[in-house]
């Protein structure tokens, strides 16, 4: 696959302030979790990449080793797992139905002596149809290609996603995840601020829209997301055209095999229009697993877990 001149790369992360990095990431962590050896991460350096020193140690901001390695398409974990994300766009394409079921489950986690579980669902989250298996699992069930509006966005729609192949991906510190004069500014968007931009033009263009968080279904596991909806013909509709681009951008999407209008009321969860914790412990977020299969109606499964806390740097 081809990689991103270094260059191109460390002027992008450049863009993002300094008062948002915490360089806390050694060079081991940046070869071990993000597959930057010691070649590259030296032209890095020499290029301006954002450290700090302490005696014969380099210090390094996650996010902005996370983008090199997305850069590059090095073996890191959130570029194995983005490898796998094009399954549910194909699987609404291709109109053969396959059901996922999103097993979520959460875990205790508190320090505080004495604490006793409490996990409780917000109501967006029961509002899902989520069926509690046990007292920190429940389910989630979704026939892809088979509920929801088919079908692809009308025309107008198209022009105004085409705006958003003039943004580049890149994993944000959570502050900026709203500033839309951070996008004006440099052209770099996480999935929410893409989709805040979109929400925003469409409603100038004076069609009605909304944001949406959830969950985008995926095997080996679902991840939290965010995309913009419309509503047509009285019926919400969700889009994902930066999702779609980026996919094609880092060439685990063929150009045209998924169209950026593609309706995808059935590869997504909507739990609200901004971040809530799947489940609360005792009022608190609480941590979870989302397992989560892929079951062609035909016959056939895959299975494997993953885990969500907090609000994910898209």
């Known amino acids: 696959m081809n990689a991103e001149p270094l260059r191109a790369v460390v002027e992008r992360v450049r863009l993002v302030p300094d008062r948002h990095r915490v360089l806390d ?19 890095l350096l020499d290029l301006g990449f954002p450290h700090r020193s302490s005696g014969r140690e380099r210090y390094f901001d996650e996010l ?5 390695s997305l850069a590059l398409r090095l073996p890191s974990p959130r570029y194995l797992a983005m490898r796998r994300w094009p399954q549910i766009f194909r699987a609404v394409v291709d109109e053969r139905p396959v059901r996922y079921e999103v097993e979520v489950s959460a875990e205790c986690g508190s320090a505080v002596p004495g604490h006793r579980c409490d996990f409780r669902l ?11 298996d046990t007292s920190d ?20 729609l198209r022009r105004l996603f085409a705006e958003a192949s003039e943004f580049r991906f890149h994993i944000l510190p959570l502050a900026l995840y709203g500033d839309l004069s951070f996008l004006a500014e440099t052209s770099l968007a996480n999935c929410e601020l893409a989709g805040r931009y979109l929400v925003q033009r469409a409603a100038e263009d004076g069609w009605e829209a909304r944001r949406s968080f959830g969950l985008l279904l995926s095997s080996p596991y679902s991840l939290p997301h965010f995309w913009p909806e419309i509503r047509l013909d009285g019926v ?18 063929a150009p045209f095999e998924v169209s950026t209008a593609q309706v ?11 971040w809530i914790d799947l489940v609360q412990d005792a009022g608190s977020p609480a941590r979870v697993s989302l397992l989560t299969r892929r079951k062609p109606l035909a016959g056939g499964a895959v299975s494997a877990a993953g885990h969500a806390e907090g609000r994910p740097h898209e």
Do not use: H, K
């Open 236 to 253: 919400w509709t969700a889009f994902d055209p930066y999702m779609i681009i980026s996919l094609e951008r880092w060439e685990v999407l």
């Open 64 to 68: 902005d080793l996370a983008n090199v």
């Open 264 to 274: 995808l009321n059935s590869a997504v969860f909507r739990v609200a229009e901004d």
């Open 25 to 43: 990431q050694d060079t081991s962590t940046a070869r071990r979790i993000y597959g930057i050896g010691a070649p590259v991460l030296s032209e």
């Open 137 to 156: 699992r429940f389910t989630l069930r979704r026939e892809v290609g088979a509920t929801g509006r088919t079908g692809e966005a009308p025309q107008e």
């Open 122 to 132: 917000p109501a967006e989250v029961l509002a899902l149809g989520a069926d509690r």
